[in-house]
C-alpha cells in the first residue's frame, strides 16, 4: 500500500512518502527532513536518488493525478530531475579535481605549480570535456567527504579501490595498478631478512595517514606497529631519523627515498609485497559520470595514451629534475594540501 501526502510550509513543500509491503514500513520526509543534512539542491536529489524505488511509487501516484509532466508533479517532486556533475561541470565550463599530494601522482615543482601522473589525465579527461581544469589541493583524510559535500566535481588522485571507501563513492573501472614497497633504514633492519622478520611487534612500520598502505600494512604485517603521518615528507623523515624500522612506498617513491639517502636506506626486498588497483571516484547516484569516466579510461587505454603517461611517470626518472626541491618550496606544497 502507498500513500503519498504533501504539506505546505515556508520553506517549501513537505512530502511524506509511506511504503507497506509485507514486512517493510519505509518513511521519507523529504524536503525539511532531509535539507539540513546537505549542503545543496543537488545533494539532496542524489539523496533521493539513492531511495529511487519510493520516489517512483511518488511519481505513479502524481502521474494518476496529473501527469509525470504536469504542473502537478513539479510542484510535488520539485526535486526529481536529476542533473549528473557532467552537465553541471559542462555549464560551469570547468571542472573541480580533488587531489592530495602523491608523488608522482601529484608534486609541486620549483614554482609550487602541479605536476604528476594524475595532472596529466586531469587536464586530458578536461581538455576532451572541453572544459577547463582547476585543481582542489585537499587533505588525503578529508578527501572522500569533500567529495561528497561537492567541494569538487571527482576525485583523480591515484585512488586505489576500497571496500570501505566504495561504501561512500562509486569507483569507475581501474585504469593503473601500482605496487607497494618497504623502504627500510639500514641500521634498524640489518637483522631482517624477510617479510616475515617484519611481522614482529618489535617492527615498526610508517605510512601517510588514509593512505590505502594502512589496509596493506595491517594484511601483511598484523604484529608491526603502525606509525602513522600527514605527508610523505613526514614518513620519510621518521625511517631516515629511526623512529620507524620501514615505510611503504610505490615504485618511483621507493627510488627517489633510497637515491637521496644512500647512506641510511635500502631496498630490503625487490618485490611489492602489496599491490594498489587505482580509479577515479565520483559521488553515489551519479550513473552518467561513472558512464562518461568509465568510457574515457577505455579509449585512452585502447589508444595508448594512458600507457604512455604512465610509463613516463612510474618506469622513468625523467620528470625527477622538476621536482621541488627547495625546502621552503616542499613546505608551502605540503601546506597546501592541508
Not at 573541480?96 to 604528476?116: K, M, Q, T
Not at 586531469?122 to 559535500?149: C, H, Q
Not at 568510457?295 to 585502447?302: N, Y
Not at 629534475?321 to 621552503?328: E, H
Request: hydrophobic share 45%; net charge negative.
Amino acid at each position: 500500500m502507498l500513500l503519498l501526502y504533501g504539506v505546505p510550509s515556508r520553506s517549501g513543500l513537505v512530502i511524506l512518502f509511506w511504503l507497506v509491503s509485507p514486512g517493510t514500513l519505509g518513511l521519507i520526509r523529504a524536503r525539511e527532513k532531509m535539507a539540513p543534512r546537505f549542503r545543496s539542491e543537488s545533494l539532496l536529489r542524489r539523496r533521493c536518488l539513492m531511495h529511487r524505488k519510493h520516489v517512483v511509487c511518488g511519481l505513479v501516484i502524481a502521474a494518476l493525478i496529473g501527469g509525470v509532466n504536469s504542473p502537478v508533479t513539479a510542484q510535488i517532486l520539485p526535486w526529481w530531475s536529476f542533473d549528473s556533475v557532467i552537465e553541471e561541470v559542462q555549464d560551469r565550463g570547468t571542472l573541480r579535481v580533488g587531489l592530495g599530494l602523491f608523488e608522482p601522482w601529484s608534486a609541486c615543482n620549483a614554482n609550487g605549480e602541479l605536476i604528476g601522473f594524475e595532472i596529466d589525465v586531469a587536464t586530458k579527461v578536461a581538455e576532451d570535456m572541453g572544459v577547463e581544469v582547476d585543481f582542489v589541493r585537499t587533505n588525503w583524510s578529508y578527501i572522500i567527504p569533500s567529495l561528497i559535500a561537492e567541494e569538487f566535481d571527482v576525485i583523480i588522485s591515484g585512488m586505489t579501490i576500497l571496500p570501505e571507501r566504495n561504501v561512500k563513492v562509486n569507483f569507475t573501472s581501474p585504469y593503473n595498478v601500482a605496487g607497494v614497497y618497504l623502504v627500510a633504514n639500514k641500521g634498524q633492519t640489518a637483522d631482517l631478512e624477510t617479510l616475515a622478520d617484519f611481522n614482529s611487534s618489535s617492527v615498526t612500520i610508517a605510512t601517510r595517514r588514509g593512505s590505502s598502505s594502512i589496509s596493506a600494512i595491517e594484511n601483511v604485517f598484523p604484529e608491526a606497529r603502525l606509525l602513522l603521518f600527514d605527508t610523505d615528507n613526514a614518513v620519510l623523515e621518521a625511517v631516515v631519523a629511526g623512529n620507524a624500522h620501514a615505510a611503504a612506498a610505490v615504485a618511483t617513491k621507493r627510488t627517489t627515498w633510497v637515491e637521496s639517502n644512500p647512506q641510511t636506506l635500502h631496498l630490503p626486498f625487490e618485490e611489492p609485497f602489496a599491490s594498489d588497483v587505482l580509479a577515479i571516484a565520483v559521488r553515489k547516484g551519479d550513473l552518467d559520470a561513472l558512464n562518461f569516466f568509465n568510457g574515457w579510461i577505455a579509449v585512452r587505454q585502447a589508444d595508448g595514451w594512458l600507457e604512455l603517461h604512465r610509463r613516463y611517470w612510474f618506469e622513468t626518472r625523467d620528470w625527477a629534475d622538476q621536482v621541488a626541491t627547495d625546502p621552503d618550496t616542499i613546505a608551502e606544497c605540503d601546506e597546501s594540501f592541508q
